[in-house]
């Protein structure tokens, strides 16, 4: 059975997550209200974004959000209704897509069945005319850049996901393109050889010094893979920053639900102290919360705490926290997921909050049980205040 909680230090005050520095380059890639209809749906609706060189991007989102249609424009396969697509200053939103130093990798890997590896990875090179001397030289390159050594005479049907896609890899960056752009790449693969490729592709991209561009819905995926993440929503861009800042500092209520796992008490502002602010829930009573950047409306907020911000307690912890974002309830459910375990604790107010709490010890010394009674508490510092 768990210990009971110690006497916590004071909060300290907020720190906000530090600004990326500005690049005194220009953006390689430079996206100016982009537009693109489909009938009556704008599926992109109104995008601008920089992407700097030798970034690692990543565009996320639920199914339908626009992404991949952005994607498309990037690499030529759709065009623009209104907006400018600029690469390295030079308009490219009406350059057809073999003309554009740009490759795009597809979600089902697009390899030629009839063609072994060798000649899948060589195709768009003799396509662009590229001396025969030079293309087995380029080949030579890339099949050992991906580690396919060995299998140049298979074809895909001989090959496993993880070749394959090595293969279609190696295919879009055989040209040497300026940008790369990657479909959910890794969609096709199983969990254990999804998280090995995607430090792969993450090596990969700082060797070569190549901007990649992938469209993911897989938040996790995107947070590993990333320096920095752009959230869609609705064929808009909902939030631009890097991966910390995109989870501790979520901009709309809708990126905290979207990312990660968030617990969310309903209220309105009731009172203001030095950086925090007293919020009133229906549901955990009066809690206080660090005050927000951004100007909010104050009448209709929400309080938003991660799982992993929740401390467990049999009692109320001693000291000033005593007095400060503690609730009770009882344990409802609780899931062991190696690492952590999840508490659902219902609250005696009549709301559901999730607590995740590391698994330190191997057995279970550290865990609470069904239908134990709890004290849940969290800092001011650990809430974001987001707008209803």
């Known amino acids: 059975m768990a210990d009971d909680i110690a006497t916590p230090e004071p909060a300290a005050e907020p720190t906000p997550s530090p ?10 890639l430079r996206i100016e209200n982009v537009v693109k209809t489909f009938g009556s749906f ?9 992407i700097r060189a030798g970034e690692f991007f990543a565009l996320l989102g639920p199914s339908g959000c626009g992404k991949t249609t952005l994607l498309r424009m990037l690499a030529g396969f759709e065009t623009p209704d209104e907006g400018r697509i600029l690469l390295s200053g030079e308009d490219i939103a009406q350059v057809l897509p073999h003309e554009r130093p ?8 697009a390899l030629f069945p009839h063609l072994n590896v060798r000649d899948n990875i060589a195709f768009g ?4 005319g590229m001396p025969r001397a030079e293309i087995t030289t380029r080949v030579a390159e890339m099949v050992a850049l991906v580690r396919l050594e060995g299998l140049e005479k298979r074809k895909p049907d001989q090959l496993s996901g993880g070749q394959k896609q090595r293969v279609a890899l190696a295919r879009s960056l055989a040209r040497r393109p300026q940008v790369l752009l990657l479909d959910e790449p890794m969609a096709a693969l199983d969990k254990k050889l999804r ?7 993450m090596e990969l991209q700082r060797r070569l010094g190549m901007t990649f561009i992938i469209v993911t819905h897989d938040q996790e995926e995107a947070m590993t893979v990333a320096s920095r993440i752009g959230v869609m929503k609705a064929g808009k861009l909902e939030q631009v920053a890097v991966p910390r800042r995109l989870y501790e500092e979520p901009a709309s209520r809708w990126v905290a639900q979207f990312v990660g796992d968030i617990n969310l008490f309903e209220g309105e502002v009731t009172a203001r102290e030095p950086h925090r602010l007293r919020v009133s829930t229906a549901s955990a009573g009066e809690l206080v919360a660090a005050q927000p950047v951004a100007p909010i409306d ?6 938003a705490i991660r799982p992993e911000k929740i401390r467990l307690a049999l009692r109320r912890p001693a000291g000033d926290a005593a007095a400060i974002n503690c609730v009770e309830g009882i344990i409802s459910d609780t899931s062991y997921l190696g690492g952590k375990t999840v508490y659902k604790i219902r609250l005696d107010g ?19 049980g069904l239908n134990q009674r709890v004290v849940a508490w969290f800092t001011p510092d650990d809430c974001v205040v987001l707008e209803r």
Do not use: C, W
């Open 19 to 28: 600004e990326p520095r500005p690049d005194p380059q220009p953006p390689i």
């Open 102 to 109: 740009v490759n795009m990798m597809f979600q089902n890997y």
């Open 195 to 201: 998280e090995s490729t995607q430090f792969e592709l």
């Open 298 to 303: 104050e009448s209709k907020v929400a309080v």
């Open 125 to 128: 090179l003799r396509r662009a």
């Open 42 to 50: 704008r599926a992109v609706d109104g995008v601008s974004l920089d």
């Open 350 to 368: 009549g709301a559901a909050i999730h607590a995740a709490q590391a698994n330190t010890a191997r057995l279970d010394a550290d865990g609470y």
